[in-house]
DNA sequence: CATGAAATTGGAAGCGCTTCCAATTGTTCC
DNA sequence: GGAACAATTGGAAGCGCTTCCAATTTCATG
């Protein structure tokens, strides 16, 4: 169980470890056969890079910063931020940086000061904002003015013209679980929307209008209610739209914990699901397979998302020095529809 | 924003760098003054330690593999295994260490065989083992006798024997989710069960049954069922319990998953929750938040499990050759009682 | 074949830190 | 005061790797 270090590979493909270097970093000048000589003797002795030893020597000593969003002063217990960690700390383990995680309590006063401070105090390469953080732009322009990079999570649009951000197509994704339950012959639909102030997830209703538009269903067609991303904001929400009158065929939610939520109001109106009402979420967090029937929804890839925001950060330290004329980059990473029970069935 | 060394630390202080390092390691031979004005010179320059330097000076570059159980080739979308592993790569990063993580398809028959070739493969100090893995004594056997320490999740008593283990309480926890209901007038219990095979969780209901005893409710009186740990498992079950002969006043469930299942069948069944019927849940995963009412549950620290599993790892990578007389020791992590709504009112 | 240029390879320093062995300082005893 | 011992401190090597500059080899041209 001893472990192979580049000397091993170099003793062993007879050249020197400067070699084996450019090999495995893809540099210039090593010659084909030399080449193959070197992968050889890695395969041969299993090598793995040691990639402390990799960003020690590089001098590129990384650390950033993710900052949760909590409605306590206590880690929050949800997939979101775990997921996205998660993303975050493999991305840093396997470039050799360093992640530090900060809570901070949304509703308090000082949020954007006490961030600010940290990352000074962290003396970190940059931050890895989440909603609402994310959509903060004081805070924003605030943290670049202390020459602290940012990315941005599931951003709004304002902030996608000051810092870097990575997100869904918020919009295209509305406009895909619409097509999917236009398909089924839905015409008369739900929607419950998130809060207000979560940027990035009003696309989502964008997105679906477009979608109900290209098949000539008006907005003022669709019955609409706003809840903030709780069960009990999507089965308060749900059992208004799926009272006695009730008109519409198909229910879509702008997150899983709603959607979930508006599956019980269905469950207690005995409503048969999806016959009668089918029900949708966003973002496939395991919850939407928890449940009863389980949840077509659209896959947000949050560890994806994490891991990328590490690597854009370590993109930004390593490169040259940004250019102002150059708007910042919004990075789109794919989301897929992903159908289940929920809404399994054509309409009759 | 530049990155304080310990060579800035030590030149502040007027000491040299070894002197640092004692200081910040607290080795012995330092006098109490040289060790405030090292550890003031840290505070004022913010300095941090460099884990990647830390661990590559001291010669214990720690590699150590992560197994998760997934029912297909992918990861799982669990916050389970999500939550165990953000605190094992927090330990890790903090300890300079490596993990690699490892999905294996649970219902493989090779799967034990894949385990024993991609630890050797990994070149790895330790492996960490989930359940159901963390309960295959073949497994524990042929990896020890691959000269592979190994840390298993959840075990049972027979694991146990074999290896170094990290769990809850499982017969206080049972005992203890038994005693609130009791305390509330509780008399009449069902009981939603787990896997057979899922060894550790067995001591829930245990414990449950000792704390009934003790009370003077013999085992007798339980209607028991047994689900496999999924939100269908959980609905199907209850509606056996919850049947128009309902004689139960509380439903204890081996997990979240299972008691948000619970919850619908108790919703679908008219029952007012606590007040007809209490239901409760282990594990305290975002599930237990999610339902309405919120579950009263087991709070199960996945992530200070995951951290301790890495710690444990690097402590048997660094210590002494172990005692071969010596027991494995089964660390217990400590769980607690987390009251909701779902029983949040004493019996009328 | 000789020369110059380009391509290829290698020696060695050093990233931030730990640790071994040497040097220095302090304490105790006669 | 001197010798012996203990406590404290520091110099320097080196962890696994990258990278800068030097050395060597190869290629092209006259």
Redesign the interface.
Known sequence: ????TIDDVAALAGVARTTVSRVLNNQPNVRAEVRDKVLRAVEQL?F?V????R??AGKK?L?FVLVHASDFDSEP???FS??L??GA??A??RL?A??I?HVVNQNDPHAARQILAQA??????GVILTPPFADDPALLRALAA???RVVGIAAGPESQALVETIGIDEERAGHDMAAHLLAQGHRAFGFIKGPAQHRSAEGRYDGFLAALAEAGIPASAVQAERGNF???SG?DCAQRLLGPDRTITALVCAND?MA??AL?AA??AALRIPQDIAITGFD????S????PPLTTIHQPLRKMGERAVERLAQLAGGSPPDPAAPPLHEIVPHHLVPRDSSGMALQ
């Open positions: 169980m001893s472990k192979s299993g793995r040691n990639p402390q030893a960003q020690l000593a650390r217990n949800s997939y775990s997921a960690e998660l700390t493999r840093a383990a050799g360093q992640l995680t000074a105090d962290d003396q970190c390469n202390q020459d602290c709780t069960f009990r089965l914990d979930a939520g019980l469950h207690k496939d967090t395991p919850v397979e928890i449940v009863w």
